[in-house]
């Protein structure tokens, strides 16, 4: 398996479907690394400490972290299932970033940033990773979001251990569109 294919892997059942695996994630998300790659490799996955420590280390969203001593993981975000990060609520910078396509903008002007199954609605700092997230998509759309002002309102936000700030949502009355 390659380096892509571990972390797509690792990102469906340490965000998702930790049954895929069998394996159970505690109520932070982390789960023991023996015991995952025991079932990794039960699956024919071939993936070795060493190897696991390198998908960790070179995912470029550094989606997943592990325990001090290195003997649990998780995934840093994104989880549809439910899990508690202990995340602290702090004070976002002025503006925050959202890559979107076209054709979501009609419903996104109406409702606003839903999280929809994930548990928050993720943001970027920099419109360069708002505008990658965008592509994933097709041809992306920035949206501009008022999170300074969201947060003088009463709004919570939260930055994960790899830097994507996140909310429960984002009322259009702080997007700009344009």
Do not use: C
């Not at 505690?26 to 023996?34: F, H, L, P, S, Y």
């Amino acid at each position: 398996m390659n380096t892509k294919h571990i972390s797509k892997f690792l990102s469906l059942v340490l965000r998702h479907n930790p049954d895929k695996l069998g394996i159970t994630l505690d109520t932070q998300g982390w789960t023991d690394v023996n015991i995952l790659l025991q079932k990794m490799n039960a699956q024919g996955k071939n993936v070795d400490v060493e190897r696991l420590k390198e998908v960790v280390a070179t995912n470029d969203k550094k989606r997943f972290a592990f325990n001090e001593d290195q003997t649990m993981i998780r995934a840093n975000q994104g989880h549809s299932i439910s899990v508690d990060l202990n995340y602290e609520a702090i004070t976002p910078p002025n503006f925050l970033y959202h890559g979107t396509v076209p054709k979501f903008m009609g419903e996104i002007k109406q409702q606003g940033l839903r999280k929809m199954s994930r548990h928050h609605v993720h943001l970027s700092e920099d419109k360069t990773t708002a505008m990658r997230v965008g592509a994933r998509r097709g041809v992306p759309t920035i949206l501009v979001i008022r999170s300074s002002e969201m947060h003088q309102k009463g709004h919570l936000f939260y930055k994960s251990e790899n830097n994507v700030w996140l909310t429960d949502h984002v009322p259009s009355e702080f997007i700009d569109f344009k």
